[in-house]
């Protein structure tokens, strides 16, 4: 560890709030030397493998999902960790654009939510995709004013719609989850011996290149036995994993283009924070996991049927076309989606004061841009990992 992160990194009032800070300077940048890699680890103090359930997914279903084989997945734990498991990448090559498009092009149509919606009309959001895509196909320079709605995207609600007031989901404000992120997130939970997962609320956040995210636990579910689920894709950043209080020190990891993550158990409930997202070597925008050949653009096996399920696969190609806007997006960019189970098993959502029904009311869109510390906007939302 380095004399600068070690001096931090001590029990104390401020532990995680010094090394978030840490992290997230700029000027000058900080020393990531201490950063886990997990697509690089060969051998750390902290970190061990982890034995996922082969068995508890075909390898038909995971490849209609976008999956290797369970049995070909890395998975590590972190020693005082118990509970928390690192899949690095367990992406078929070229799936993992079907998951950009669809978090910059499917996820945000209504009827589902974001942070626009709190300060445009209906009408407005209701294409952000089209009313955007022309500006980002647009090569040259990147300054560009005013910005795209994609651009402004913040956040986007699924299934259940988190109330960032009120910090609470309701059986009220509820759309229909996306079927194929349903089943992927069925799938992961399986694979990490959590059979009958039931994914009912998402939050994608997107992340530009001087985006953070604060300081927080995801407590607002009801049931917290159940796991909570994250996939990154776009930009690496810096994820910082804490303990069950405030001063306990965190420890550093990159999360990569393709990693999940799994917090469940006693790291269900832990303090937890982006404090950087680490922008790619120049001249090599793309993290490699993103071109690599297979289901991407201009390819027709998304396309193949499944014969073992008499299906087509949940994976679909992405057009050139839309690939040139999701590809220019997340060259500066990071989107992350983090699934929850809200309601146990025969749990109903408990009796909510009528008068209060609004979705995200006064909640503003720069919620982790440029804020300081433990990013005041975010106080609002206790959402990312």
Not at 256 to 279: E, F, N, T
Request: one cysteine or more.
């Amino acid at each position: 560890m380095t004399k600068m992160a070690a001096s931090m990194v001590e029990h104390g009032e401020d532990a995680f709030r010094k090394l978030f800070k840490f992290y997230k300077r700029r000027n000058p940048p900080p020393d990531l030397r201490d950063v886990i890699d997990f697509s690089k680890i060969v051998k750390h103090e902290k970190v061990f493998p982890t034995e996922l359930n082969p068995a508890a997914v075909s390898d038909a279903e995971a490849r209609r999902a976008g999956l290797r084989p369970i049995r070909d997945w890395t998975a590590f734990g972190l020693h005082g960790y118990p509970g928390f498991i690192f899949i690095s990448n367990p992406f078929l090559p070229g799936s993992q654009q079907h998951w950009v498009r669809q978090c910059l092009k499917t996820y945000p149509q209504k009827p589902n939510v974001c942070n626009l919606d709190m300060h445009m009309t209906p009408t407005e959001t209701q294409d952000i995709w089209g009313s955007s895509a022309d500006a980002l196909r647009k090569t040259g320079s990147r300054v560009r004013e005013p910005k795209t709605l994609l651009e402004k995207l913040r956040w986007v609600t699924l299934g259940y719609h988190y109330n960032w007031d009120t910090k609470t989901y309701s059986a009220d404000h509820y759309t229909l989850f996306p079927s194929d992120l349903h089943s992927i997130s069925v799938h992961v939970a399986s694979a990490c011996r959590f059979p009958g997962f039931n994914a009912e609320a998402g939050i994608l956040n997107y992340y530009r290149s001087d985006s953070s995210l604060g300081i927080h636990v995801d407590e607002s579910e009801l049931d917290h036995t159940r796991p909570l689920l994250s996939f990154s894709f776009g930009q690496s950043a810096v994820f910082l994993l804490g303990g069950t209080q405030r001063e306990d020190p965190p420890t550093a990891m990159y999360m990569h283009s393709g990693d999940v993550m799994v917090m469940s158990g006693h790291s269900r409930l832990l303090y937890h924070a982006v404090p950087r997202v680490v922008p790619a070597p120049k001249g090599d925008p793309l993290h490699p996991s993103l071109e690599e050949d297979g289901l991407g653009p201009g390819s027709d096996q998304g396309l193949a049927q499944d014969h073992t399920q008499g299906e087509a696969t949940l994976i679909q190609p992405v057009s050139e076309e839309d690939w040139a806007v999701c590809s220019r997006y997340i060259e500066t960019s990071r989107v992350n989606m983090t699934i929850r189970q809200v309601l146990g098993s025969g749990q109903a959502f408990p009796a909510m004061d009528t008068t209060d029904k609004r979705i995200d009311a006064g909640h503003t869109d720069g919620y982790h841009d440029n804020q300081e510390g433990e990013n005041v906007g975010l106080k609002r939302r206790r959402s990312d990992s």
